[in-house]
């Protein structure tokens, strides 16, 4: 906790007694309804206790990801009319290439239809069976890829991140004597790159500093060893820093994330994460032989270099996107959105991951519904049980996610049992965050009676998106 400053517990704080609001106003509506509860019931039980398998029309509030789902602004759906859909060399690619390298600092872009299209080219790339990769914890297609590539991820990050009530500021930050161990066990020559996540998903959206990735950075040049950044949410991990790490508070959204990213080799990217599109990737490095390999591949599995799975105009929309982005008042808002929502549970005493972290709400399964044990999948009854009170979706980060070991078939379990209520961009509003509020609440008044689940259907890969469940 020394080099950092602690964290102000209301966004009315940091900001004397004022409120902030979003720099926007709402220009076209979408209509959503709440279906009655026993037809939520009914639905819920159709869809096997998934919350993945719902419909999104039964669905009233929907926080399952703040992936693809954020709202586009009038300048990106007036770019999608500027699309230049010609099969090679779109106008549209030029401008993409030359905002990630104005705003993310590197030098080689290869556009990817989403962010595991550029995971599995970089992992393609990069690791040899048998390597090492460590991370600042896993996130689920990312260690797919290093796996199907070859690779073993190894969790480096520090002890504080598994624990939900721990307040330390940047619980993204890697260990340095985990990563030195690591380093010193298999040597330098097995770990072909750094695996680094800005606000680490699975730890509950929790950031890492600058002074984390500086000497992060340091310790892996000294041995040679190169570091990736997954960026798919670096804007907000960038406000962060500038609201918690000394030196920074003076410092543009912008600025920093630049500053960060000058710390790594490259980067993979989510753009249905924050850059405000809803379909779109990409992979950038500044290693010139990585890019050529990279933008071979590409074309094998995503489409010509120059387009990569994505359609011209939404290249047009991703560009505009990653300038509104970059923000100060937009990513303030964002942030304070997520917090908003998190300061009523903690309010009423229901238990959340923290601190709150960037873009999602994390209830702790296991202090919500200690009576029911990790096998018989608290999180993912959680997640079912708040659809079922209000029509509001969220997702299991648990035991389900977590998926079995590859080696010994084991489930792998995971200290973190939580929900994740993912908030999209600049999509609802204060009252809809209230409702959300309140049928938490609702269902932890009446948590003693929950009952847990068992798993009667469990796919091959990345199981939490189509395992089915029955009520105990
Ligand atoms: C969503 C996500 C990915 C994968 O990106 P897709 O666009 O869903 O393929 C990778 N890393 C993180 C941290 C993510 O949240």
């Known amino acids: 906790m020394s080099e950092e400053r602690s964290i102000p517990q209301t966004m009315g704080q940091q900001f004397g007694r004022r409120s902030w609001a979003e720099p926007w106003k709402i220009k076209m509506v979408e209509p959503i309804r709440q279906l009655p509860r026993p037809e939520r019931e009914r639905a819920m039980a159709e ?23 954020g709202a586009m602004s009038d300048r990106q759906w007036a770019g999608l009319m500027m699309g230049d859909e010609a099969y090679a060399g779109s106008r549209n690619f030029y401008r993409l290439v030359e905002t990630i390298q104005a705003y993310y600092g590197y030098k080689y872009i290869v556009p990817t239809h989403q962010g595991r299209g550029a995971e599995h080219l970089i992992s393609q790339a990069l690791i040899q069976q048998g390597d090492f990769i460590p991370g600042n ?56 790159y ?38 798919t949410r670096m804007m907000e991990n960038a406000f962060f820093i500038q609201e918690r790490e000394p030196g920074y508070e003076d410092k543009s959204i912008a600025d920093i994330l630049k500053e960060f990213c000058s710390y790594t080799d ?67 808002a964002r942030v304070g959105q997520v917090r908003y929502l998190g300061e009523l549970l903690t309010d009423w005493g229901i238990p959340i991951v923290q601190p709150i972290g960037g873009h999602a709400i994390f209830l702790d399964a296991k202090r919500f519904y200690p009576h029911i044990p990790q096998d018989e999948f608290p999180a993912q009854t959680l997640a079912a049980d708040i659809y079922i009170d209000s029509g509001v979706r969220g997702m299991e980060r648990g035991i389900v996610s977590a998926g079995r070991n590859p080696e010994t078939g084991e489930h792998r379990r995971p200290k973190l049992e939580l929900v ?33 689940l068992k798993m009667v259907y469990e796919p091959k ?12």
């Open 194 to 231: 750094i695996s680094v996540a800005g606000t680490v998903n699975m730890a509950g959206g929790q950031p890492i500093s600058m002074a984390n990735i500086k000497a992060v950075k340091a310790l892996a040049d000294r041995y040679g060893i190169r570091v990736y950044l997954d960026a």
């Open 461 to 472: 890969y990345l199981r939490f998106f189509q395992a089915r469940f029955e009520r105990l």
């Open 137 to 192: 914890m896993y996130f689920t297609t990312t260690r797919l890829h290093q796996e199907l590539a070859g690779g073993t991820f190894v969790d480096v990050i520090i002890d504080e991140a598994h624990d939900p009530t721990d307040l330390h500021p940047f619980k993204g930050n890697i260990d340095l004597e985990k990563l030195q161990a690591l380093i010193d066990r298999v040597g330098p020559e097995r770990i072909p």
């Open 420 to 452: 994740r209520l993912t908030i999209p961009r600049r999509v609802y509003t204060q009252a809809h965050m209230d409702v959300v509020a309140e049928s938490i609440k609702a269902v932890w008044d009446k948590r003693h009676d929950a009952r847990g």
């Open 266 to 332: 490259g980067a993979w990217m989510s753009a249905k994460k924050d850059n405000l599109v809803n379909i779109g990737g990409w992979l950038a490095t500044n290693e010139e032989a990585v890019f050529e390999r990279t933008r071979n591949m590409v074309v094998v599995y995503e489409g010509l270099h120059t387009y990569g799975g994505m359609a011209g105009r939404d290249m047009e929309a991703l560009a505009i996107g990653i300038t509104e982005a970059v923000q100060d008042d937009y990513v303030r």
């Open 47 to 69: 869809a096997g206790y998934n919350t993945f398998l719902l419909r999104s029309a039964d669905v009233y509030i929907d926080l399952l990801t703040d992936s693809g789902t």
